[in-house]
């Protein structure tokens, strides 16, 4: 395993090659660490799948200074808990990326935003950053070099929407967690009007993987199109839910469900990448390799990795109707397509799984879908209504049986 | 109160990220965030009282009430609704006459429904005072919480 190793302790974590990275990283050029970063084709885990050096780069060249790091372990999708395993078992494999990151793009302050749910994985983090500091790894001057950099950690208090990089900004200076219009982007004026680079918790953790094999290595690792390991989260009705990591492209959604003991009853269908913003699949979808650009290829994404899987039992509208509520309190409240038209999906889902459903009740919800990817000012809105677009393709019979 | 939380403000003077940290431990000291905590805070971060109850009141986990001595959270995210977290919810309303959200009259326990705790391997799932349990029944659920009436 490269990611889900367990070194809950320094002592095994650097019996393992701990920190090493880190020596190497602040004894080369800043740029050189970048290009390795981008030569490894390394994306986002949290989500979006944006390419890592890129935004690595963006932060490094802008002139305004400070420049802030935020590691983003507010993990909030349902269905998604690998960034909590993470944070248990491998804590200072993201740290030592977090410190690298930091050293790339020039910025001497971090932040390590941890959702309210898991607070004692935020303790936890705490004292490893004391300890960090104490061994002379994070403060003034790391590893006797120039490069000083600390983190702090912050605590969310319950907020789905601050998953989301502004909004998280927004909620470390103090402020409600209202997602910022773009551009600009964060990578030019982000905490505080400075730049500041945001990753998941997952996306940091592969950074000293990267250094240590090199850019080009890393990249080899997994097929065109993606590359590197990748947690997935599997739940639902399998026989042995948890976090399973694999190398991208090299298993398919069904081989997964395999691999997590097989299907605890008959297989009706799974949610795929990022719980309540994911699509709804059919088995139609099971060879399906989990890659970024197979999954982009059938018009879906991986997003979290997460996989949830539906046996017989589970009935479609009943899914959509707890993803509705979900986002109805979820949403913000700042942009009116999002707050409105979460609050119309739920109540008319609702009317549905009350047996009330009209074809009407299919238009007016069409149309509200339509609305809200248009007109939502952050992904939330505008992923609110995946889960039920993609369930009316691949479950369409199943559906309209219950409409009058 | 005045001292105590001077005290808590003072501890984060030097965070960059003062406000929800504060506001996290006052919540921990006095078991919700008091209207003259507000106004202290206000007066010490030299902001206005509306401010701080602006970000206070957007998080679902600050409280500006008392609560019950235990803090229950059941979790309704999809995968524990497909695994019968609607029968446990159905179940603790009953067996403690509340509807979610609710204190119990006796003030033991305050219930509140969540969507997604983080521990979908064991969905599913609800936390007492921090501590999770996983793969519930609901006549087990009833049972932990009983159990920690004693």
Redesign the interface.
Known sequence: MILLNDAQNIEDYLENGGFKALRRALEIEQDEIIREVESAGLVGRGGAAFPTGLKMKFVKNEKNTPKYVIANAD???????K??ALMEKNPYQILEGMIISAYAVGAK?G?FYV??????IAENIRKKVKELRRLGILGENIYGSKFSFDI?V???????ICGEATALME???????YPRIKPPHSTQRGLWGKPTLTNNVETLANIPVIINMGGEKYHKLGKEGCSGPQLF?????VKK???YEYILGEKTIGEVIELAGGVDGNFKGV?LGG??SGYILNKDYLDMPLCFSDAKKRGVALGTGDI?V?NE??RIW??LH??AR?FE??S?GQCFPCRYGTKRMREIIEKIVNGKGTSEDIKKLNATARAMKIASLCPLGKSAMTAYESAMKNFHDDLMEVIK | MEDKVVEIIEKHRKDDAKLLAILHDVQDKFGYIPEDAIKIIARELKMKKGEIYDTASFYSFFRFKPEGRHEVLVCDCIVCHIKGAEDIIKRLEDEFKVTMGETTKDGKYTFKMVEGLGHCEESPVMMVDGKLYGNLTPDRAVEILRRCEQ
């Open positions: 993990e909030g999708e349902p269905g998604t808990f960034d909590r302050k932040f959702r309210y749910e898991y607070r004692d702090e912050v605590l969310g208090a319950g907020a789905y909620s470390i200076e103090g402020k409600r967690g989260s599997i739940s639902g009705f839910p948890g976090i949610m719980g309540a949830i539906f039992s589970v009943d899914v707890n993803i979900f309190n979820e913000c």
